[in-house]
C-alpha cells in the first residue's frame, strides 16, 4: 500500500504564470484536501473533492481550482501567481469525506513565486 | 481569521517528564479537535483527536483534554521522548462542513 504522494517536490514560478500541482491518493482513498502552509502558520484548507466533485472550499479566491480523477488523483490549479502564494501546498486524502483522524498527508510541494 | 490558536511557538522539555501543549480556538461551532505531528520534510500526520461530546481522550503516551466552556485543549504527553520532537498542530473542524482550520504549530523539542 503507497503513502500520499505529491510532485514536484519543488517549484519556482514568476508572478502572473500558472501552476499545476499533483496529488496521488493514497490506495483505497476517494477523498482529496488540500492546503496551503505558509512559512511559519498552520496549514489553510483550500478545498477538498470527493469522488471527483468539489465537497468544500476554503477562503480562497477562484484562481485556486482543483480537479479530480476517476483513480482519485488530484490537481491543484493556481492562476496568476502572486508573491504570497509563496507555500508549502499539501494534500490530504481519506476514505471518506470528513473522516479527519483517516486523513493522511503527502510531504507537500514547495512553491517559490518571484 | 485565526480560529485556532496555538500561543507557544516553541516548547522545550526534558525526556522522561510531562509536556503539554495548548490550543485555543474561537468558533464555538468546532464539534472535532486533532493533534498533529509534523516531522522536517515530511507531511502531518494524525496524533489523536477528541470529540466536543467528550472532556478527555487517552491514546498510549497521549492525552487530550477539551474544556469548551474556556474553549480551549491541551496535549500532554509523559513521559516525554527524544522522537517526541517536532512540530505539533493542533485543528478543529465542524463535523458537517468539509473543511478545517489549524493552528500555527508549537515546536517541541525533548532534551536527553
Known amino acids: 500500500e503507497t503513502g500520499v504522494t505529491q510532485s514536484p517536490t519543488h517549484l519556482i514560478k514568476t508572478r502572473g504564470q500558472q501552476v499545476t500541482l499533483r496529488c496521488s491518493s493514497q490506495s483505497g482513498h476517494n477523498t482529496v484536501s488540500w492546503y496551503q502552509q505558509a512559512l511559519g502558520q498552520g496549514p489553510q484548507f483550500i478545498f477538498q473533492y470527493y469522488r471527483e466533485e468539489e465537497n468544500g472550499r476554503g477562503n480562497f479566491p477562484p484562481r485556486f481550482s482543483g480537479l479530480q480523477f476517476p483513480n482519485y488523483s488530484s490537481e491543484l490549479n493556481v492562476n496568476a501567481l502572486e508573491l504570497d502564494d509563496s507555500a508549502l501546498y499539501l494534500c490530504?486524502?481519506?476514505?471518506?469525506?470528513?473522516?479527519?483522524?483517516?486523513?493522511?498527508f503527502g510531504p507537500g510541494t514547495r512553491l517559490t513565486v518571484l | 481569521d485565526q480560529q485556532v490558536k496555538q500561543n507557544s511557538p516553541s516548547l522545550s522539555v526534558q525526556e522522561g517528564r510531562i509536556s503539554i501543549l495548548n490550543c485555543d480556538y474561537t468558533?464555538?461551532?468546532?464539534?472535532?479537535f486533532l493533534w498533529y505531528k509534523k516531522y522536517p520534510a515530511e507531511g502531518p500526520t494524525f496524533l489523536i483527536s477528541?470529540?466536543?461530546?467528550?472532556d478527555k481522550n487517552e491514546d498510549g503516551r497521549f492525552t487530550v483534554f477539551l474544556n469548551k466552556s474556556a474553549k480551549h485543549l491541551s496535549l500532554h504527553s509523559v513521559p516525554s521522548q527524544p522522537g517526541d520532537s517536532a512540530v505539533y498542530f493542533c485543528a478543529a473542524s465542524v463535523v458537517l462542513r468539509n473543511d478545517m482550520r489549524f493552528g500555527a504549530g508549537t515546536r517541541l523539542t525533548v532534551k536527553p
Open positions: 468558533n464555538s461551532m468546532f464539534d472535532y
Open positions: 490530504a486524502s481519506s476514505d471518506a469525506s470528513g473522516n479527519w483522524d483517516e486523513q493522511f
Open positions: 477528541i470529540s466536543s461530546i467528550k
